[in-house]
């Protein structure tokens, strides 16, 4: 009875005129950077966090949120109009929605995935509603054990699942931790790295790096593309920007299956929208009747992947929300500006601050129907920006986020940092090592060590402590499950099909 | 050739790291675990990493010497190295002069060269949106945002 009262009391201040409005500019910033290539949601709220500095937590919360799911509605665009997709979760659609915008139905496919998405983030939202408080519940009996282990879970499923090798996802996790750990040691008060740097004395800022490695290095890589001359070209939108009878009736299935998927693989750590989307996908094809419609521009197959990645980011704030853990790069910078307000997401967010939870809950509801209507009829507005020369934009954007970077302390150094960082991402990318699991590492580095030592301390330095519990025990499975998958998941998917070929992959 | 070249940063990072781990200073309170045996930890693991990289990358090249894949994406990659490194020394040219030219005045000029560059012949658009750019957002960040930048030899 109380939580419905504090659902309630979270429309009444999502519903603050004020807060309608972040909610609008936030669903609005988020299409934006969807649209934008160079910059994604991690880097699109990294550089926001200055700006919101001064406004209340519960309007600035909810105005990044609403980048993170606008995003999503605008990743798809550039899918189907060039191909790209504008985050890595559009993968999918880029098949079947660029061949439906060949085939001239181009509007059909932006259509589809706003309602989509609009329907699924919905039932996601609904399902964060439910399932966010029993689960925070549950997770006030943890102590820094079982914390400990939990976050070496989320990391590992991160590391493990996001790249294409376990060993590289696990560098990258570990470099995070690392940098992590660069600054004033909490405990002790020692310094730790800075190599007498002064500024580095409050350790490295994530913002930085996350604008770093998202958006200066994605501009160095668009401008080496530019020069090689691979940038993709623009479909231009022809026809009726609604869908047929027919296209609907198929749609909404998949739309429905693909919301539950989706926030299903939202709230595990590490998969996250590509893999909702991909799974949407295939069970799409197997359940249709025209398999071999897909890849030719079947509708299905922009409408079930495109509902999945916007219900996932509910189920990743389940997670986020509840335990403060994050399951991917652009929740980790989520994390990071709960934190920057001095609000730590956990088990007792939802006592402590159920206002801004709620309130933040609840305004999703709203912005997804904001996002509806933001990109039915401006799809026309925001298409316009892909024919933005690159060769303009690209500079652009590292002005812009020299700005953000300025205006967090006021620092040199960390514009310096933030090119160095621009390119460790850009060899990142070169060599396949994935880089959420570095900017996971850098933002839970803190937790994690002082879970660490506070268990240990608990155990008078016994690692026992850590398989002393039945839940300690359950993540250790999990986490020893995630580590191996990469080596288990080709053997289940050999042992399903046809002896046929061999090692493959 | 990728692989073998990260197993190499790897060690050697462990190996600094682990070093400075070591020159932190300790004092004795009530802290037993102290501020080393996490980094001991990380370094240690960094390690393992490189060894598992290093087993990866030889199954790979036992697996799949045939599948060219890997080595043509990163040949057609090194040839343009020159473009980020140029690109960098620019950005960091432009991040010197921050201070002291002032915001307004070092975008101008940041963006004009890499418009010049990369959009190439329309002077007009590139002078227009550098200039533009750069006064038009010092004016909204400083005056309306508030977010301080600065100013440099420019008397506003």
């Known amino acids: 009875m109380e939580t419905l009262a504090h659902i309630v009391n979270g429309f009444s201040i999502c519903l603050q005129p004020i807060n309608l409005w972040y909610t609008l500019v936030g669903c609005f910033l988020g299409t934006l950077v969807g649209v934008l290539p160079g910059i994604g949601p991690a880097a699109g709220i990294a550089l926001l966090v200055p700006v919101t500095y001064g406004m209340n937590p519960a309007s600035a919360l909810i105005m990044l949120a609403g980048i993170y799911y606008g995003a999503k509605y605008g990743g798809s665009t550039t899918s189907i109009l060039i191909r790209t997709p504008g985050e890595t979760a559009s993968v999918m659609t880029c098949i079947d929605g660029y061949a439906m915008a060949q085939n001239g139905r181009a509007g059909a496919a932006l259509a589809v995935s706003a309602i989509g998405s609009f329907i699924a983030g919905s039932i996601g939202v609904v399902g964060l509603t439910l399932f966010a408080l029993p689960l925070a519940e549950m997770a006030i009996e943890f102590g820094p054990a079982e914390y400990f282990m939990l976050m070496l879970f989320a990391m590992t499923s991160v590391a493990s699942l996001t790249g294409k090798s376990l060993a590289k996802g696990m560098f990258s996790m570990v470099l995070g931790l690392m940098l992590a750990t660069v600054g004033i040691d909490l405990q002790s008060a020692m310094p730790r790295y800075t190599m007498d740097i002064v500024e580095f004395q409050e350790g490295i800022s994530f913002v930085v790096v996350v604008v770093g490695m998202f958006a200066v290095s994605e501009v160095f890589q668009g401008l080496e593309m530019l020069l090689r001359g691979t940038a993709p070209a623009v479909i231009r939108i022809s026809g009726k920007l609604w869908l047929t009878r027919e296209e609907w009736r198929r749609s909404i299935g998949p739309i429905w299956r693909g919301g539950i998927i989706g926030f299903i693989i939202g709230v595990l750590p590490g998969a996250g929208g590509t893999i909702a989307s991909i799974l949407s996908y295939t069970t799409e094809r197997g359940l249709s009747k025209h398999p071999e419609q897909f890849g030719r521009g079947a509708i299905e197959g922009v409408a079930g992947p495109e509902s999945a990645n916007n219900a996932d980011t509910a189920g990743a704030l389940v997670p986020l929300l509840t335990l403060g853990l994050p399951g991917g790069a652009v929740t980790a910078v989520l994390l990071g500006a709960f934190i920057m307000y001095g609000i730590q997401p956990g088990p007792l967010l939802f006592k402590e601050h159920p206002d801004i939870v709620w309130g933040l809950i609840d305004s999703m509801y709203f912005g997804n129907a904001m996002l509806l209507i933001l990109n039915l009829p401006l799809i026309g507005l925001f298409v316009r920006l892909l024919y933005i020369p690159r060769g303009i934009l690209y500079p652009l954007i590292v002005a812009i986020s020299a700005v953000g970077i300025y205006s967090i302390n006021g620092n040199i150094v960390d514009l310096y940092l933030m090119i160095l960082f621009g390119v460790v991402g850009y060899l990142f990318n070169k060599a396949d090592i994935p880089i959420a699991p570095l900017v996971l590492g850098l933002v839970l580095g803190d937790l994690i060590e002082q879970s660490f030592r506070q268990a240990m301390n608990l155990s008078d330095g016994s690692l026992g402590i850590f398989v002393g519990s039945r839940i300690t025990v359950v993540l250790l499975v999990l986490t020893v499950i995630a580590v191996l998958w990469p080596l288990i998941a080709p053997r289940i998917k050999a042992l399903k099909t046809l002896p046929a070929t061999g090692p493959e992959d | ?156």
Do not use: C
């Not at chain 2, 675990?33 to 996490?38: E, R, W």
């Open chain 2, 1 to 156: 050739m990728a692989n073998r070249i990260i197993v190499g940063f790897a060690v050697i990072l462990a190996g600094l790291y682990l070093y400075a781990t070591e020159q932190i200073p300790v004092v004795l309170l009530d802290d037993p675990l102290g501020p080393k045996a996490f980094p001991r930890l990380l370094g240690a693991a960094l390690l393992a990493i490189a060894v598992m990289l290093l087993l990866e990358s030889l199954r790979q090249k036992k697996a799949g010497d045939t599948t060219p894949t890997e080595g043509s994406a990163q040949s057609a990659g090194w040839r343009h190295y020159w473009v980020v490194g140029a690109l960098t020394i620019w950005t960091s040219l432009y991040v010197a002069l921050f201070e002291w030219a002032g915001y307004a005045l070092s975008t101008s000029i940041y963006l004009l060269v890499l418009t010049a560059w990369f959009n190439r012949g329309r002077w007009l658009s590139n002078v227009l949106t550098a200039v533009l750019f750069s006064f038009v957002s010092y004016g909204v960040f400083t005056k309306l945002l508030a977010v301080s930048l600065p100013r440099g030899i420019l008397p506003f």
